[in-house]
């Protein structure tokens, strides 16, 4: 039993469908054409990680003012929106996600939502199907902002659920937020088929599908009503 949960959106909420490695070569592109070695980016770091790295170098460059800091991050944000919202506009938020949430605030659970997309995407899928009123707490990309999981981000979302760490689940298809997690000391469930991303990020629950977690959440709290 659990007194919060939270949801990572993309790929468990949302089977979201990223061309990530054309995104990727597009924000290497743009950085290198601002300056930052290519040598210095790798088409297989994350978008995210990519970005960080190009605007670490860029900041130890003496002619690199905030200002031209700012700019380069707004650039990166726009390409990465651009992507963001395209695949948006193609889907909607599962069904049986749906369910699942509106089951668990029923049981008086208190969810939160987590996405690295930015706030618009989160809106477009609210505006096909609400959902976000199901949650206590929405986390999403504001701007030029990066967010970046760690166990200080994931505690703070803890904190404003009014939840003890112990009776608080992450779910998630993504070791970059089970591993935090499980080091802050939550429950870790992942849903996933990858064999690569399981074994890195070694979840305390695993389910192939979210049905397979459906059928669990329901039966967990069906059985202690």
Do not use: W
């Not at 070569?25 to 950085?31: E, F, N």
């Not at 380069?72 to 369910?99: G, P, Q």
């Not at 989160?122 to 199901?134: Q, W």
């Not at 608080?168 to 935090?180: C, H, M, Y």
């Amino acid at each position: 039993m659990f007194f919060a949960i939270i949801f990572d959106m993309d790929g468990v909420l949302v089977e979201f469908r990223i061309d990530y490695m054309r995104l990727r070569r597009d924000i290497i592109d743009y950085l290198v054409s601002v300056g930052v070695p290519r040598s210095l980016l790798s088409i297989e770091d994350l978008v995210f990680t990519t970005i960080i790295k190009g605007i670490s170098f860029l900041r130890r460059k003496r002619h690199f003012s905030k200002e031209d800091i700012l700019r380069v991050l707004k650039k990166c944000n726009c390409i990465v929106e651009s992507y963001e919202v395209k695949a948006a506009m193609e889907l909607s938020v599962r069904d049986d996600a749906i369910e699942t949430l509106s089951f668990l605030r029923s049981k008086g659970v208190k969810l939160a939502l987590f996405t690295m997309n930015t706030i618009k995407v989160v809106e477009i899928f609210d505006a096909k199907k609400r959902f976000t009123h199901l949650f206590n707490v929405v986390i999403a990309r504001k701007g030029t902002q990066i967010l970046k999981p760690n166990r200080t981000f994931l505690a703070s979302i803890v904190r404003e659920l009014g939840a003890p760490v112990s009776k608080t689940a992450i779910v998630s298809d993504s070791p970059i937020d089970i591993v935090p997690a499980r080091e802050l000391g939550l429950t870790t469930i992942m849903i996933s088929r990858d064999p690569e991303r399981i074994r890195r990020a070694c979840p305390h629950m695993l389910f192939p599908d979210f049905e397979s977690f459906k059928e669990y959440i329901f039966s967990l709290y069906s059985e202690s009503a």
